[in-house]
């Protein structure tokens, strides 16, 4: 088994670009483009509180249900892509907990946490808040 | 200056730890897209994707630049609407079947009545295998 030992990968042509050739063998994906920039894992009920993260600086818990995650490396804009998923904390709604995407900006992200059940729907601090952001870093 | 090419299983940080080189292969995403899904649709920002169809109202068909393996891909995303009437909107996989180049998402909101709606903020990621 072949090893690289190195503390940072860059393109040659240009830095920012590295091609890696896919399972199929032939189509290559870039490196740079499809790795996670920001992804967290926190506690948003009581005193919110991060469990594990990457580039994640800190966590702002703005009202019930409206949290803003801080990165430590910004993006070169507020166009990237976001998704994740909450749960649990909430027995009446848990099957519909649901996360919205805030305003963004270049340096955080603010979630708006909700739950849906029977046409009803409310803001609300679930215990677990997991998430993950594609994009382009400054 | 020609291009390098390194073949390696493995790569290892002097500090970081290491990582098996098939977790940035199979962990990379193959697809990432932000889009406008109100009114024109428009991409603000996205990879391999090649194009955007407003396929009805909620309905949105993303192709595919580099088509995947196969149609057993993993997405995941999230929407929003900047308007306090539309508390909660959710991203979903559309009832028509993904393909290896192509595949359905719909928006949909749940207050009141609920139903699909053209969200301004859809945020979509792809990972599986490339063809």
């Not at chain 1, 050739?21 to 009920?45: A, P, R």
């Not at chain 2, 057993?72 to 909107?89: E, H, I, K």
Request: hydrophobic share 30%; glycine share 12%; net charge negative.
């Amino acid at each position: 088994m072949s090893e690289i030992l190195v503390n940072k990968l860059t393109g040659t042509s240009t830095a920012g670009s590295i091609l890696v050739t896919g399972e199929g063998n032939s189509t290559t994906t870039n490196l740079q483009q499809g790795l996670v920039k920001v992804w967290f894992n926190y506690n948003g009920s009581g005193t919110i509180a991060y469990r594990d993260s990457f580039n994640c600086a800190s966590l702002t818990d703005n009202a019930t249900g409206d949290h803003s995650v801080n990165f430590t490396s910004s993006m070169t804009s507020d166009d990237y892509s976001s998704a994740g998923i909450v749960g649990n904390g909430n027995n009446a709604d848990t099957a519909n907990s649901q996360m919205r995407r805030g305003t963004s900006a270049t340096g955080s992200i603010r979630l708006t946490i909700n739950y849906a059940s029977g046409g009803e729907t409310g803001l609300f601090d679930y215990s677990e808040i997991t998430g993950n952001i594609n994009g382009d870093l400054a | 200056m020609a291009l390098g090419k390194i073949k390696a299983d493995t790569l290892e940080h002097s500090t970081a730890g290491s990582v098996d080189t098939q977790y940035v292969v199979n962990g990379s995403a193959k697809s990432w897209v932000n889009f406008n899904g109100s009114g024109t649709v428009a991409i603000r920002d996205s990879y391999n994707v090649s194009s955007l169809a407003d396929s009805d109202v909620g309905i949105y068909t993303l192709s595919w630049s580099n088509s995947f393996a196969n149609d057993d891909y993993s997405s995941a995303g999230a929407s929003g609407q900047n308007s306090n009437a539309m508390v909660t909107v959710s991203c979903a996989i559309d009832t028509t079947a993904p393909t290896t180049s192509a595949s359905l998402y719909n928006t949909n909101y749940e207050n009141g009545s609920g139903g699909r709606f053209d969200s301004n903020q859809v945020t979509i990621q792809v990972l599986g295998d490339l063809a």
